[in-house]
T-cell receptor
Framework: GAGVSQSPSNKVTEKGKDVELRCDPISGHTALYWYRQSLGQGLEFLIYFQGNSAPDKSGLPSDRFSAERTGGSVSTLTIQRTQQEDSAVYLC????????????FGPGTRLLVL | RKEVEQDPGPFNVPEGATVAFNCTYSNSASQSFFWYRQDCRKEPKLLMSVYSSGNEDGRFTAQLNRASQYISLLIRDSKLSDSATYLCVVSPTGTASKLTFGTGTRLQVTL
């Protein structure tokens, strides 16, 4: 079946612009996660959605970052007023349910802020 | 101190060799442990879960030492296709869905 998909695959933007990154989880997966991977760094947790519960936003690095998940499926990560340090690969993952289930990752969006 | 620490490597080994990676974690209350594999410019993929009793999957063996708070991954009879970065992943108690990733250990298997 189809895996997690993300778009765009690459995004180049200018400092100060807003960007939106999209994630389509695997159908039927109730849990969705966003991570960020900077060059030479480990994956950094950003935000987690589980069903209709309030999202766990504890990993968002600043108030310029926000995410939503509409209809329990597609999620959008928005970065406002981008900074050069936001350049990274943004990875989305989904899992069948909450708990330490296997998380399936999308291919990521490579963001470059000039 | 990082929550999950790994030797970044690279580990350069010849085909057929046995190689072992260790990983240490700081949260003694952590409950779930995994090894993920990440190929260059690709997304991470689950390699195997790590159980208290240790577990084996073909050429791969994972072990957990709760007392010393470390996890190991042993790869026997290395193949060229094993070349990748191996990520140690820990799930903390209470927020079991929020995985904490190490920065990874890079393995390069050569002819």
């Amino acid at each position: 079946g189809a895996g997690v998909s993300q778009s765009p695959s690459n995004k180049v933007t200018e400092k100060g612009k807003d960007v939106e990154l999209r994630c389509d989880p695997i159908s039927g997966h109730t849990a969705l996660y966003w991570y960020r991977q900077s060059l030479g760094q480990g994956l950094e947790f950003l935000i987690y959605f589980q069903g209709n519960s309030a999202p766990d936003k504890s990993g968002l690095p600043s108030d310029r970052f926000s995410a939503e998940r509409t209809g329990g499926s597609v999620s959008t990560l928005t970065i406002q007023r981008t900074q050069q340090e936001d350049s990274a690969v943004y990875l989305c993952a989904s899992s069948l349910s909450a708990g330490p289930e296997t998380q399936y990752f999308g291919p990521g969006t490579r963001l470059l802020v000039l | 101190r990082k929550e999950v620490e790994q030797d970044p490597g690279p580990f350069n080994v010849p085909e057929g060799a046995t190689v072992a990676f260790n990983c240490t974690y700081s949260n003694s209350a952590s409950q779930s442990f995994f090894w993920y594999r990440q190929d260059c410019r690709k997304e991470p993929k689950l390699l195997m879960s790590v159980y208290s009793s240790g577990n084996e999957d073909g050429r791969f063996t994972a072990q957990l030492n709760r007392a010393s708070q470390y996890i190991s991954l042993l790869i026997r009879d290395s193949k060229l296709s094993d070349s990748a970065t191996y990520l140690c992943v820990v799930s903390p108690t209470g927020t079991a869905s929020k995985l904490t990733f190490g920065t990874g250990t890079r393995l390069q298997v050569t002819l």
